[in-house]
């Protein structure tokens, strides 16, 4: 009934060493073969470089472990649907690690849409230092903030607003990765959508749906606390504070196995594919 991080892979043995006596870990593998080899072992989250979850996810589940990828699942439509539709094939639960989805500031925010009237215009900002992690500039490693980012805001305008009919985007591009970019479009429900993100100019770091009585705004939207109604001249605001925002998500996969699921009514592959496809 409970998930458990029972072994860590690290390509360095005192990086692994250093995470597993802060968090408890029991194993720690310098091998993921030998990793994967461990029979004890039944679920891997795969939170590699983005270009190496399709290769280490494949691995995993070849090896007869249910995964969890983090996102973007793949850099290819063609490598996202393979993945799952192999989970299938060899009877295991895949999903696409998105914490955003199971957030209770979100969840908030879509019980409650209807209070806005007619929505027609959503706007997303996400801003950060690209120091934060060593590949986030490197092309190969699948680097830039449309892979790390963007897929927050188009996975987001999907569940929300259904899929994405038409979209574009421009970027700032140095040694052939983006360090900013813009999106525009529209989902087949008619709404009309902006994302942007930036690794120099600091924004504000907000999504904003907007309606015909009103908006709400989801401060720091991906990892959101807070939910604030402008609804007919009022403003309402309700907070969610959390301490480790992935919890809901892992309650979420945990109620997925006990449930027999081989993926997540949620995190679907419908949603999985329309991200890295709009991307």
């Not at 891997?44 to 494949?58: E, F, L, M, T």
């Not at 805001?153 to 591009?173: D, E, K, N, P």
């Not at 009103?214 to 959390?242: M, R, S, T």
């Amino acid at each position: 009934d409970v998930l458990r991080c029972t072994a860590i892979y690290s390509r360095k043995e005192e990086t692994g060493r250093a995470m597993a006596e802060e968090f408890g870990i029991e194993k720690v593998f310098t091998s993921l073969e030998e990793m994967l080899a461990d029979p004890s072992i039944e679920m891997v989250y795969v939170a590699s470089p983005n270009s190496i979850h399709y290769g280490q996810a494949k691995a995993a589940l070849l090896a007869g472990k249910h995964v969890i990828c983090e996102k973007p699942c793949t850099t290819t439509s063609a490598q996202t649907a393979e993945l799952y539709d192999l989970a299938k094939e060899k009877g295991l639960f895949f999903m696409e690690a998105q914490k955003m989805l199971f957030l209770p500031a979100v969840l908030e925010a879509k019980k409650r849409l209807e209070d806005l009237g007619k929505v027609t215009m959503m706007e997303l900002s996400h801003s950060f230092p690209g120091s934060y992690n060593g590949w986030m500039f490197d092309k190969e490693a699948g680097g830039g903030p449309l892979l790390s980012s963007g897929i927050y805001a188009v996975q987001l305008i999907h569940w929300l607003f259904g899929a994405i009919t038409q979209i574009s985007g421009t970027a700032s591009m140095e040694k052939g990765v983006e360090w900013q970019y813009i999106l525009t479009g529209k989902t087949e429900t008619g709404v009309l959508f902006s994302a942007k993100n930036s690794t120099r100019a600091v924004l504000d770091n907000t999504c904003r749906i907007f309606g015909e009585r009103g908006y709400l705004e989801l401060p720091n939207y991906w990892k959101a606390q807070k939910v604030i109604f402008h609804i007919d001249g009022k403003e309402e605001v309700l907070e969610f504070p959390c301490q480790y925002e992935l919890s809901y998500e892992a309650e979420h996969i945990a109620d997925c196995l006990n449930k027999g699921l081989l993926n997540s009514p949620v995190i679907t592959k419908e949603l999985s594919l329309s991200g890295i496809e709009a991307i």
